[in-house]
């Protein structure tokens, strides 16, 4: 006689700890972890690097699902690390917590490498200690610096980044391969082109210009416009990390990008053409740590991960003004939105 199973054992969610978790990227992930059923350790310092207040709304949703836990601390601090990691099996980390831009870092390089290399360390041995081995990382596109050949492939050594931010994702990849060399850990670091949509930033590109341009201000320009970015949609990002989540397989390097570039000056117009607004542009010299292009070759994602971007640039535009709009619209003249 077969042997009879019990339909009310069911197998337990999944555990994974999402650093970063009230940033722009780590909140859209979390969220859909809990979709699909996942259960999700939150990790967030909170840091006042961009108003806290707004990472405090990116977490709104995902705190009244039952599966959320938050944890506030910093991922270098072994008492949030101790909270996030103890009391419960963890099954997956999702290591998107991170010192982000190139300029800033480029003022602040030795509080870049602290939070960055040292905190991604952290990371790593707590969830070996955990008996985790099972690692997303999310790296930059910044890797390849301004002399990569275009597009930019995996198979590149990526030896000469342009920027302290650059170096700390790039010596952060290496730290990565170290671990799953010793200790045999799956870990993916997934490599972003400059992704956008709901809760980015403010200081990155296409919230700021929709800022700017919205109030009739201008948009500093450095150089002549024509420095051209990959830009990726951030649905399209986080089925990126899920599938990396889903699949661990050894030590990888992947690209997350489009497969498309767009001219700064381009994207600008196509910003001030959805607010209804000109667009005044204030032409600068260009900066340090700046690279002329940044363009994906992701057929390795693709067949790793299939991974398949869907959001055209003006879909992705057309998706993040109106999110701007409404939350103009409910924060107008309030410090959490300017």
Same mark, same amino acid.
Request: negative net charge.
């Given at each position: 006689m077969p042997e009879r199973v019990n339909a009310s054992l069911s197998v337990r969610p999944r555990r994974i700890v999402v650093t970063g978790a009230a940033g722009f990227i780590g909140s859209h992930v979390a969220e859909a972890l809990l979709r699909r059923g996942d259960e999700v350790v939150g990790l967030d310092n909170f840091d006042p690097f961009y108003d806290p207040a707004v990472t405090r709304?990116?977490?709104?949703?995902?705190?009244?699902?039952?599966?959320?836990?938050?944890?506030?601390?910093?991922?270098r601090n072994g008492r949030a690390l101790d909270a996030a990691f103890g009391g419960s099996d963890i099954d997956a980390v999702i290591h998107l917590a991170a010192r982000a831009g190139v300029r800033p870092s480029i003022v602040n390089p030795q509080l870049y490498d602290s939070v960055n290399v040292c905190g991604t360390t952290s990371i790593l041995e707590r969830a070996r200690a955990a008996g985790v081995s099972n690692i997303v990382f999310g790296s930059s596109s910044s890797v390849y610096g301004a002399r990569s050949p275009v597009p930019f492939a995996e198979s590149e050594v990526a030896a000469q980044p342009s920027s302290p931010y650059a170096?700390?994702?790039?010596?952060?990849?290496?730290?990565?391969?170290?671990?799953?060399?010793?200790?045999?850990?799956?870990?993916?670091?997934?490599?972003?082109?400059?992704?956008?949509?709901?809760?980015?930033?403010?200081?990155?590109?296409?919230?700021?210009?929709?800022?700017?341009?919205?109030?009739?201000?201008?948009?500093?320009?450095?150089? *002549?416009?024509?420095?051209?970015?990959?830009? #990726? $949609?951030? &649905?399209?990002?986080?089925?990126?990390?899920?599938? =990396?989540?889903?699949?661990?397989?050894?030590?990888?390097l992947l690209n997350l990008g489009?497969?498309?570039?767009?001219?700064?000056?381009?994207?600008?117009?196509?910003?001030?053409?959805?607010?209804?607004?000109?667009?005044?542009?204030?032409?600068?010299? *260009?900066?340090?740590?700046?690279?002329?292009? #940044? $363009?994906? &070759?992701?057929?390795?994602?693709?067949?790793?991960? =299939?991974?398949?971007?869907?959001?055209?640039?003006?879909?992705?535009?057309?998706?993040?003004?109106?999110?701007?709009?409404?939350?103009?619209?409910?924060?107008?003249?309030?410090?959490?939105?300017?």
């Open positions: 709304r990116n977490i709104a949703s995902a705190e009244q699902h039952a599966g959320y836990r938050l944890v506030e601390g910093d991922i170096a700390t994702k790039r010596a952060s990849e290496m730290t990565c391969f170290a671990f799953h060399h010793l200790y045999g850990m799956d870990v993916t670091c997934l490599r972003f082109f400059t992704v956008y949509g709901p809760r980015q930033r403010p200081e990155m590109a296409i919230h700021k210009f929709t800022d700017l341009i919205d109030r009739g201000e201008p948009v500093d320009v450095y150089g *002549d416009g024509s420095s051209r970015r990959d830009y #990726t $949609y951030i &649905d399209d990002i986080v089925r990126g990390i899920l599938s =990396a989540t889903d699949t661990p397989k050894g030590y990888r489009t497969t498309d570039t767009t001219r700064l000056i381009d994207l600008t117009s196509m910003i001030g053409a959805r607010l209804g607004k000109p667009v005044v542009l204030n032409q600068l010299p *260009d900066q340090p740590g700046d690279v002329p292009i #940044t $363009y994906a &070759d992701i057929s390795m994602a693709r067949r790793e991960l =299939a991974y398949e971007p869907t959001t055209t640039l003006a879909d992705g535009l057309d998706r993040f003004i109106a999110w701007y709009q409404e939350e103009r619209a409910c924060t107008i003249g309030s410090a959490v939105f300017a």
